[in-house]
């Protein structure tokens, strides 16, 4: 199993990224992916999952209505849309993976929000 995050960056508040996940390894379209973030300090937090077949979307209370978790099977790829970017979203953002009881991380990709 392999995850590769990208996407971070340093941006304004207020701005926009979108994070991608390009996953290998394992048959990607028969699993839930989910993105993580960890702020300096603070404990790995969930941010997002999305289903295996993307119908279904779970956000944590602080990004919901800002952020958008999907997934591109064909391309064994998912994706974080991240909206009116706030400072508390600075973190490292990692795509992770449930496969038969090990949880996989990537190694993760730094998002600064800052002015």
């Known amino acids: 199993v392999q995850l590769v995050e990208s996407g971070g960056h340093l941006v304004q508040p207020g701005g926009s990224l979108r994070l991608s996940c390009a996953a290998s390894?394992?048959?990607?379209?028969?699993?839930?992916m989910s993105w993580y973030r960890q702020a300096p300090g603070k404990e790995r937090e969930l941010v997002a999952r999305?289903?295996?077949?993307?119908?279904?979307?779970d956000y944590t209370d602080s990004v919901k209505g800002r952020f958008t978790i999907s997934r591109d099977n064909a391309k064994n790829t998912v994706y974080l849309q991240m909206n009116s970017l706030k400072p508390e979203d600075t973190a490292v953002y990692y795509c992770?993976?449930?496969?038969?009881?090990?949880?996989?991380w990537g190694q993760g990709t730094q998002v600064t929000v800052s002015s």
């Open positions: 999305i289903s295996s077949a993307g119908g279904t979307t």
């Open positions: 390894g394992f048959t990607f379209s028969t699993y839930a």
């Open positions: 992770s993976l449930a496969y038969y009881g090990t949880t996989y």
